[in-house]
């Protein structure tokens, strides 16, 4: 059974950084490819950054382009998550996600692995 834990979420400022962790369970990590995704209190949950399995390809929301940056390591079977630049408006539970297809894709749907989530604050 895969599991899928984060960490590093916590209160910070506006402006300032966090960096989220994910850590796997399971021999074929490397074949998913891995999703952050965010929700909101009264918000769908969306989309935020993706990694390919080989991490040769990112994807990220327009939202977050060119503030975080995603990846992963394989032999550590661990994806993060690099936040900077953080705004009031990221404030949301973060999770991670596991894509059996390997490429990365934005619909929730895609993903079949869940962590619990992790609670980011950003305070303005």
């Known amino acids: 059974q895969r599991q899928l834990v984060e960490s590093g979420g916590g209160l910070v400022q506006a402006g300032g950084s966090l960096l989220l962790s994910c850590a796997t369970s399971?021999?074929?990590?490397?074949?998913?490819?891995m999703g952050w995704f965010r929700q909101a209190p009264g918000k769908e949950r969306e989309f935020v950054a993706s990694?390919?399995?080989?991490?040769?390809?990112?994807d990220y929301s327009d939202s977050v382009k060119g503030r975080f940056a995603i990846s992963r390591d394989n032999a550590k079977k661990t994806v993060t998550l690099q936040m900077n630049s953080l705004k009031p408006e990221d404030t949301a539970v973060y999770y991670c996600?596991?894509?059996?297809?390997?490429?990365?894709?934005?619909?929730?749907?895609?993903?079949?692995?869940w962590g619990q989530g992790t609670q980011v604050t950003v305070s303005s």
């Open positions: 996600a596991a894509d059996p297809t390997g490429l990365g894709a934005r619909p929730p749907g895609e993903y079949d692995y």
């Open positions: 399971g021999r074929t990590f490397s074949s998913y490819a």
């Open positions: 990694i390919s399995w080989s991490g040769g390809s990112t």
